[in-house]
T-cell receptor, first 114, second 113 residues
């Protein structure tokens, strides 16, 4: 059974650009959440989606947005990139509604902002 | 956002030794999860705990859900070089904004052959 798939794995952008990251959850999983991981801050919650609806949002500026499609795949977008946005962005999926049961992570998308 | 207190921050041990680490929270949690993350990879779920006092094993790994529901422990017995990585906990409980997961800051484990 395929795990959580994230694309792209690595990307380099410059300040001011925007980026879109994609996540395909485990087959049958309907809940997707996104996290930012940096050495100094650890794992920080961005947002979570269930049935195409954003159910919860972390404390990030409006430049960070996301959405979920009817097939449970999710995308997140960061606009007007800043140097501090350089991080590993992790997507995680759960079978049912958000935060019920085990949380499975993808391998992440490593974003470098120059 | 909130982070769990995880200790120790790092450990350097000899192959064959046992390892213990723990996470504590000021809030009561309903679920504790333990993960291992290797460089350049995403976190891999090791053990999930759902009841206070629960003790669960996965090979050489054993984790416990503290009876106060505010802490959890992970033990690794007879460590081997492939145990190297960062281990972190995640706790989930009720909050006004939904049942969000909170994460520990991680324990970096180095195993010396």
């Amino acid at each position: 059974k395929a795990g959580v798939t994230q694309t792209p794995r690595y990307l380099i952008k410059t300040r001011g650009q925007q980026v879109t990251l994609s996540c395909s959850p485990i087959s049958g999983h309907r809940s997707v959440s996104w996290y930012q991981q940096t050495p100094g801050q650890g794992l920080q919650f961005l947002f979570e989606y269930f049935s195409e609806t954003q159910r919860n949002k972390g404390n990030f500026p409006g430049r960070f947005s996301g959405r979920q499609f009817s097939n449970s795949r999710s995308e997140m977008n960061v606009s007007t990139l800043e140097l501090g946005d350089s991080a590993l962005y992790l997507c995680a999926s759960q079978r049912g509604s958000p935060n019920t049961g085990e949380l499975f992570f993808g391998e992440g998308s490593r974003l470098t902002v120059l | 956002g909130q982070q769990l207190n995880q200790s120790p921050q790092s450990m350097f041990i000899q192959e064959g030794e046992d390892v213990s680490m723990n996470c504590t929270s000021s809030s009561i949690f309903n679920t504790w999860l333990w993960y291992k993350q290797e460089p350049g990879e995403g976190p891999v779920l090791l053990i999930a705990l759902y009841k206070a006092g629960e003790l669960t094993s996965n090979g050489r790994l054993t984790a416990q859900f503290g009876i106060t529901r505010k802490d959890s422990f992970l033990n690794i017995s007879a460590s081997i070089p492939s145990d190297v990585g960062i281990y972190f906990c995640a706790g989930q409980g009720l909050s006004d904004t939904g049942n969000q997961f909170y994460f520990g800051t991680g324990t970096s484990l180095t195993v010396i052959p």
